[in-house]
Each structure stands twice: as C-alpha cells, then as structure tokens.
C-alpha cells in the first residue's frame, strides 16, 4: 500500500520528532495532542531543530519551511485520523490508555490505514488485542532523540501481516533510518537490556555512587557513548519504571524497578522532560 500520510497521536517527547523525520522525508503529516500547549511547544521545538540543522548546512534553507507547512496540528482525534495511511501512536506508556487509544484507531482510520505503537515494553500483541485489526497493528519503536537516532526497532505482533510489516519498512528507510527487527516480549531487545542497565544504575546510587562516576565510568571503561544516569534523564524515568513494571509482569521479579526510581517518578524527578533528574536541566 501507498502511504503518504502519517498521523503522530502525542506530541511529547518522542512524537514530535516522529513528526519532524516525517516531513523532511515529504510525508504530509498530523501531529495530535489532547493538549494545545504540548502541540505548540512540539511546533517550536521542531522549528528550532530544523533551523539548527539549516545552520549546519545539513538541510537546505528551503527544505525548513516546506517541512514545516506539511505539519499541521489537531486536538481533534478524528480530524488527525481520517486521512492517515500510517498512525504512529506516541502517547504515555500506559497499557490501558493505549488500548483506548487503539479501540479509537478502528474506529476512525481507514481501514487499510496501517496502526503504529512506539511503546518502550507493552507486547504489541496486547495493544492489537484492543481491536479488530491485528494485521494491520505493528511496533515501531522509535529512539530518543528521535532526529538523532539511526535505528528504529520494528516488533510484529502475532497477526501483524507481511504487507503491513513491508510498508513499515519502507517508511522507516525513507525517513532515512535503519530497521532492527524484535520479537513481540515485553521490552523487545531494547529496553530489555537498558532498562535494566538504568534500574542498576539507580541502585548504584542508593548504594552511595555518584552519577557522575557511574557515568564515567561507563563511558570511560566500558566505551558507552553515554551513561546511564545521562541516559536516564533523556529517556525519563517513568518511561523505564514503566518498562520495568512490564517487564516484571511478564518476566519476574528480576525486572523490579528499583524502589528509588519509582520515589524518583513520585518526586517528578523524571530528567530532561521535567528540568531536573540526576543532573539540573533547568540553568
Ligand atoms: N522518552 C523516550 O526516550 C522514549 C523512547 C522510545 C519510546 N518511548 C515511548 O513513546 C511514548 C511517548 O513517550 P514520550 O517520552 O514522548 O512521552 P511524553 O510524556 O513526552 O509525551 C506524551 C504525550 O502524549 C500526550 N497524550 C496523552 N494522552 C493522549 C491522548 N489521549 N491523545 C493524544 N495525546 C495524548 C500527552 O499530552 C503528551 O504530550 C511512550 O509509549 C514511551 O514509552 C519513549
């Protein structure tokens, strides 16, 4: 199938990058937000990294605005779903508001429109299960930050069918990225392995390391482009504590998010999205 519409459901953190890679790629796209204010913060940061990678001479000048006017923003659920070839759900990472979410999908997207979840950990399957249209329901896990991230992993949910798994792929390499394929078990391969990486990480520091160090070190002994409590406040710590409780539910208790960075999730301690994490974002 031809797809040339995106629809991005959540303008967060993750969908508005989603939104942005789309554009310049020429998809026509809808970015969604049960929040005006989350939609016009997602427009200016989107604006500022374009204009960012103008100056760099990454982008032409040109391609700015023009991706830019193929982005329009909604509040309204069924105005950004009626056209959509390609849904790309990024709202929090909440099984239940997930499957609402995808009940709603069915109910106001073509039907051969192609239903994206960028969760961190829920089983695809599970999130399917929530309508009629397994075949068409498929995991695409974006990395944060969205723009900067090469590679995107793709899960097939029991139904999802080869057409729809083709399309993904070919949308994915037209936004210029790479696909690495997972099995549909909570956490796939990705937050399988680094969740557990920052959950150790929030226990080193109840331990009496500083993140500092625990960073370091993992940057300067083990070669990690980034450490851990760095990672953590970019991805944001209810995203893990999240992935972790699915993880737990499935896997065991191994996959315990740590009592600290669920205190941490209380105290709004969440990293970049919030201001403040390990490290102060707010100076
Ligand atoms: N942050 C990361 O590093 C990261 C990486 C990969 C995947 N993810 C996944 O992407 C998803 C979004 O994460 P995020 O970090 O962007 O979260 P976020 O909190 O930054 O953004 C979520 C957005 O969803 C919106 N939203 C909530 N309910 C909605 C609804 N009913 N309709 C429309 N919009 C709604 C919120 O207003 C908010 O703007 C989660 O499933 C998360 O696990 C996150």
Redesign the pocket.
């Known amino acids: 199938m031809e797809v040339n519409t995106i629809a991005v459901?959540?303008?967060?953190?993750?969908?508005?990058g989603v939104a942005q890679v789309s554009a310049v790629a020429g998809y026509t796209v809808v970015l969604?937000?049960?929040?005006e204010e989350?939609l016009k913060r997602?427009m200016a940061t989107i604006e500022k990294n374009l204009n960012k990678l103008a100056s760099k001479g990454k982008i032409a000048e040109a391609d700015v605005s023009s991706a830019i006017s193929r982005i329009t923003v909604t509040?309204d659920?069924a105005e950004a779903c009626k056209d959509a070839d390609l849904l790309v759900?990024?709202?929090?990472?909440?099984l239940e508001?997930?499957k609402?979410?995808f009940a709603e999908f069915e109910r106001l997207c073509k039907p051969e429109a192609i239903l994206g979840?960028?969760?961190?950990?829920?089983p695809v399957t599970e999130i399917a299960s929530a309508t009629t249209r397994g075949d068409k329901v498929i995991g695409i896990?974006?990395?944060?930050p969205v723009p900067l991230m090469k590679g995107v992993e793709v899960i097939r949910g029991q139904l999802t069918s080869e057409e729809t798994m083709q399309a993904t792929l070919d949308y994915i390499k037209k936004i210029g990225k790479e696909s690495a394929i997972a099995v549909d078990f909570a956490g796939f391969i990705?937050?399988r392995l680094l969740d557990v990486l920052m959950n150790e990480a929030v226990k080193l520091v109840q331990e009496g390391n500083s993140p500092e160090d625990i960073d370091k070190a993992m940057r300067l002994c083990a070669g990690h482009p980034m450490g851990p409590c760095t990672l953590l406040d970019?991805?944001?710590a209810?995203?893990a504590m999240?992935?972790m409780e699915t993880m737990e539910r499935d896997f065991g208790d191994r996959y315990k998010p740590h009592p600290l960075l669920k205190k941490r999730v209380l105290a709004g301690l969440l990293g970049q999205?919030s201001g403040k994490g390990f490290y102060d974002y707010e100076k």
């Open positions: 459901i959540g303008a967060g953190a993750m969908g508005n969604n937000d049960i929040s989350a997602a509040t659920l759900e990024c709202v929090f990472e909440n508001l997930k609402k979410m979840t960028n969760t961190s950990a829920i896990h974006f990395m944060n990705v937050s970019l991805v944001g209810e995203i999240h992935g999205k």
